[in-house]
C-alpha cells in the first residue's frame, strides 16, 4: 500500500534558543556570531539543509539539536549512545544544548545522527555489540563497515539501516560519496520522504544534495540564521561558474 506524500516535517516543529545569562560570550560555543543571534529555528519541510563556510557552526548547531533529541555526541541512534575520551571537546555544546527547547509534531521512534567525522567510532561500537549480537549487520550491510570502503559503508547505512523511516541529522554525508553515489543517497532521501513518516536535518557542502526539491535551506553565512534560495548558495554559484568555464577559474587561481 503507497503511503501518501507527506510534505510537512512530521516531527521537529522549532527549535528555541534563549541563552542563559551565565553563558560566556567569549568561550566557543556563545562566542559564534550565529549562536549569538540564534532565537529560533522552524522547520517546516521534511529536508532542512544547513550550509555556510567552514567553521560558521553548522555542527554545532545540529550537535545541540542531536543533543536534545536524546542521540550520543559521537552520533549512532539512541540505542548506539556512546561517548569517546573527548568528554572537554563537547561540554561548549552541552552548555549551548541546555539553552535550546525543542518542540515536536510528534516524537519520532527511530532516528539517527550520523556525523561523518566519527562514523569511524560508530563502526567501531557496532562491532563491539556483533560481538555478541551478529544481527546487528542486518542493519548495515551485513558485515561490519570497516570491511566495507569509506563509501560502501556511508551507502549501505543509508540503504540498509535507515530504510524504515524516522527522524534523522547527517553531518556531511556526502563526505565519502562519489557524485553517482550522491544522486543514490539523494533518491534514498526522496524515497524515504515520499513513503514514511522521515525528517531529515542535514549540514552539506554538496551542491548535489541541497538540489531536493521543497527543502528548507538556512544559511549561517552572514551570522545570522536565515533561509537561502538553492540558486543563491555559495555552493551552487561556484560550482556552476567553475564547471561552466573551468580555464577562466584557474587563471584567475594561478595568476600570479
Ligand atoms: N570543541 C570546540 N572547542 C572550541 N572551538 C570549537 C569546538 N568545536 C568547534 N569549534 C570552533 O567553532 C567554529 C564552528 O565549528 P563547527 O564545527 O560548528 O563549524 P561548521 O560550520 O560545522 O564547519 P565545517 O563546514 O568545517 O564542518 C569553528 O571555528 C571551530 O573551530
Ligand atoms: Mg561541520
Redesign the pocket.
Known amino acids: 500500500m503507497r503511503i501518501p506524500l507527506v510534505t510537512v516535517a512530521p516531527y521537529l516543529d522549532k527549535v528555541k534558543v534563549a541563552l542563559a545569562p551565565t553563558i560566556d560570550v567569549a ?3 556563545f ?2 556570531s ?1 549562536i549569538k543571534n540564534l532565537k529560533e529555528i522552524s522547520f517546516p519541510s521534511q529536508v532542512t539543509f ?1 550550509v ?12 545541540a539539536i542531536a543533543q536534545n533529541a536524546g542521540f550520543g555526541p559521537e552520533g549512532g541512534s539512541k540505542n548506539i549512545y556512546f561517548k569517546t575520551s573527548l568528554e ?6 552541552e552548555e549551548l544544548a541546555k539553552c535550546c527547547t525543542l518542540s515536536w509534531r510528534i516524537k519520532p521512534k527511530d532516528g539517527y545522527f550520523f556525523r561523518a ?1 566519527s562514523f569511524f567510532n560508530v563502526a567501531n561500537r557496532i562491532d563491539e555489540i556483533a560481538k555478541h549480537d551478529f544481527s546487528i549487520y542486518e542493519y548495515y550491510g551485513g558485515k561490519s563497515l570497516h570491511e566495507q570502503s569509506h563509501g560502501e559503508s556511508f551507502l549501505a547505512f543509508f540503504k540498509n539501516r535507515v530504510h524504515t523511516g524516522g527522524f534523522f541529522i547527517l ?2 554525508p556526502e563526505a565519502a560519496l562519489s557524485p553517482q553515489r550522491q544522486l543514490s543517497l539523494l533518491a534514498i532521501i526522496h524515497e524515504l520522504c515520499r513513503y514514511s513518516q522521515t525528517q531529515f536535518i542535514i ?1 552539506t ?1 554538496s551542491p548535489m544534495l541541497l538540489a531536493y526539491p521543497g527543502a528548507t535551506i538556512y544559511s ?1 553565512d552572514t551570522g545570522v540564521l536565515e533561509t537561502i534560495a538553492y540558486v543563491d548558495t555559495q555552493h551552487y554559484q561556484i560550482t556552476k561558474n567553475f564547471l561552466d568555464n573551468p580555464e577562466r577559474y584557474l587563471r584567475y587561481l594561478f595568476e600570479e
Open positions: 568561550q566557543y560555543p562566542s559564534l550565529i544547513f555556510g563556510e567552514n567553521g560558521t557552526g553548522k555542527s554545532t548547531i545540529l550537535e572537554n571537546t563537547y561540554a561548549g555544546v567525522e553531518d556531511e549540514a557542502h549561517c
